[in-house]
């Protein structure tokens, strides 16, 4: 993998708020593919350089702090629940989505491993995840856009992650914030959980747990 080039960030419309490499963000979290090894030793030095634009992050603090919500004494776990394409991708029969009771059961396990738990879900469906798990205690749903949404994700010191780029993205960001301390939990052959087959077949993780 090379650098392509630096692309400097505006403060004012920014994801990141320190330089950072064209075109490499949509690849480091894959090389793992064919080189794990590669993979982790590009992990610390490239989430080390980069921060998150001062006005999404303030963002997502005031919308935790309108919830009441505090990760000084209560464990922050999101949720992401991709709907949109993923109801025909990558094939109509076999789709990406993944359904409820795959999240109620990973919502139960981290209930019964994890003291005073708060699901934050982040999706692109609120009305869905609302009827699903709205009346839930100790859930709230975020309606931010997906930059506030990833930055909301890295506060979280758990994670439910569904079969997506975006997710393992903020899983990550998570993780690096909060090494070595949290659950995460992702579907079983990821993209490929209904085939029970794995895509991409060589994904890679030694903190995030793969449950059917």
Known sequence: ????????????????????????????????NEHP??????????????????????????WLNKQNISSENQNLIFVHIRRGDYLNWPTPEHPAVLNKDWYSKSMNYLKSNI???????????????????????NVFISRNNQFVDMVLMSFCSHGILSASTFSYCGAYFSEYNHVDKGFYLAPKYFVGHRLKKWDPDKLFSKWITFIE
Request: net charge neutral; glycine share 4%; hydrophobic share 35%.
């Open 1 to 32: 993998m090379r650098v392509i080039g630096k692309i400097s960030a505006n403060p004012n419309s920014a994801f990141f708020s320190k330089p950072q490499y064209k075109g490499l963000i949509s690849k480091v979290f894959w090389v793992a």
């Open 37 to 62: 090894l590669i993979h982790y030793s590009l992990k610390n030095k490239f989430f080390s350089n980069i921060e998150f634009a001062d006005e999404h992050r303030q963002s997502a603090s005031n």
């Open 115 to 137: 003291e005073k738990p708060v699901f934050i879900f982040t999706t692109d469906d609120y009305h869905y995840v609302n009827d699903c798990f709205g009346d839930q205690d």
